[in-house]
């Protein structure tokens, strides 16, 4: 059943309807007139219609709650899996073994993790951060404040002595990380059988070099 809306005089009429198939139309049979629109809203008889029917509806009472503020959701999907990668590629005990004696008075790693769950998710800023991870159910994020992600994304950019091979820039914390990270996953049993080269200026020179490039 469903509400229709009909024209007669000028005037828009609410009816209750319901689609029927006689002689295999389909064809929409009045079953109770509700009355002129106009004034049905204007009483509050319409509202209190659909408030009465949505008592009886329970997806109708869930929706009405979460609008009111009574009950609440939280997103879980994002943190679960990215958590599951998250501990599987010990991302988190490299974070803590980098900080080793350094003393923080917040979850760091925490902090790492909702800052880059953020970014797999949306891009913006930290501030932006800290309203978008209100609507997802993380673990440990429930004392994080925005200075606490300053801090983090400060100690990622710290430097950590030293320059890497081909850098413009002294290495820093988050180069360790990743290089850790690195350590972590190689082994002395990986298979290279594939190599893929960027060719896109690739030139000869000396003897052989106009037949060297042809396919």
């Known amino acids: ?37 106009d004034q049905l809203e204007a009483s509050g008889q319409l509202e209190r219609l659909l408030d009465s029917v ?3 509806c329970d997806r109708a009472v869930v929706l009405s709650q979460m609008a009111s503020g009574e009950i609440s959701a939280l997103r879980i999907g994002g943190p679960l899996l990215f958590g599951k990668l998250w501990d599987r590629l010990g ?38 951060c800290v309203d978008w991870m209100k609507s997802y ?27 890497a091979e081909g850098a413009l820039a002294p290495r820093c914390v988050k180069d360790v990380i990743e290089e850790k990270l690195f350590d972590r996953r190689r082994d002395l049993f990986t298979d290279l059988s594939v190599a893929f080269m960027d060719t896109t200026s690739l030139s000869f020179y000396g003897k052989g070099g106009e037949t060297l490039g042809k396919r």
């Open 91 to 128: 991302i988190g005990e490299v974070l803590n073994e980098v900080l080793d004696a350094r003393q923080f008075s917040f979850a760091l790693e925490r902090a790492v993790f909702v800052a880059t769950l953020h970014r797999l998710f949306v891009s913006g800023s930290d501030r932006s």
């Open 1 to 37: 059943m469903h509400i229709v809306e009909k024209t007669a005089r000028g005037h828009r009429y609410l009816y209750l309807a319901q689609s029927v198939r006689e002689n295999g139309r389909v064809r929409q049979k009045l079953l109770q007139p509700l009355g002129r629109k």
């Open 137 to 163: 159910a993380i673990d440990g994020d429930e004392d994080l404040a925005l200075h606490h992600f300053y801090r983090a994304m400060a100690w990622l950019g710290e430097e950590a002595g030293g320059t």
């Open 54 to 56: 949505g008592r009886h």
